[in-house]
C-alpha cells in the first residue's frame, strides 16, 4: 500500500507565492510519476503538472511559465513552487503517484488565491 501526504497549501494574495509538498511511502517502483492535479468547485479534476522519475515534466498550458514542479527521488517527494498566483488558481490541489499498474491520490489541499 502506498501512501501519498501533501502539505504546504494555504491562503495567499494575488501574485503571491505558495510551495507544496507530497512525500510517498509504501511500495514504489524506481520508475513512477508524481504529478499535481486540481479540482475548483463546479469543474473537472485537472492535471497542473508531473514529473517522472527520469526528470522529464509536463505542464499544464495555464500555469507555465508560473509554476515549477519539482522532486527528490530518495525521498519520494514532488514539490510544486506556485508563483504568480491568480484567483483562478484557487483550488484543491491533489498528489498523484503512477507506480506500476497502480495509481494513488494524495487527500487533497486546498488553495486559495484572494483578488
Known amino acids: 500500500q502506498v501512501q501519498l501526504v501533501e502539505s504546504g497549501g494555504g491562503l495567499v494574495q494575488t501574485g503571491g507565492s505558495l510551495r507544496l509538498s507530497c512525500a510517498a511511502s509504501?511500495?514504489?517502483?524506481?520508475?513512477?510519476?508524481m504529478g499535481w492535479y486540481r479540482q475548483a468547485p463546479g469543474k473537472q479534476r485537472e492535471l497542473v503538472a508531473k514529473?517522472?522519475?527520469?526528470?522529464?515534466?509536463n505542464y499544464a498550458d495555464s500555469v507555465k511559465g508560473r509554476f515549477t514542479i519539482s522532486r527528490n527521488n530518495p525521498k519520494n517527494t514532488v514539490y510544486l513552487q506556485m508563483s504568480s498566483l491568480k484567483p483562478e488558481d484557487t483550488a484543491v490541489y491533489y498528489c498523484?503517484?503512477?507506480?506500476?499498474?497502480?495509481?494513488?491520490w494524495g487527500q487533497g489541499t486546498q488553495v486559495t488565491v484572494s483578488s
Open positions: 498523484n503517484l503512477i507506480t506500476g499498474p497502480f495509481e494513488y
Open positions: 509504501g511500495r514504489i517502483f524506481s520508475f513512477n510519476v
Open positions: 514529473i517522472t522519475s527520469g526528470g522529464s515534466t
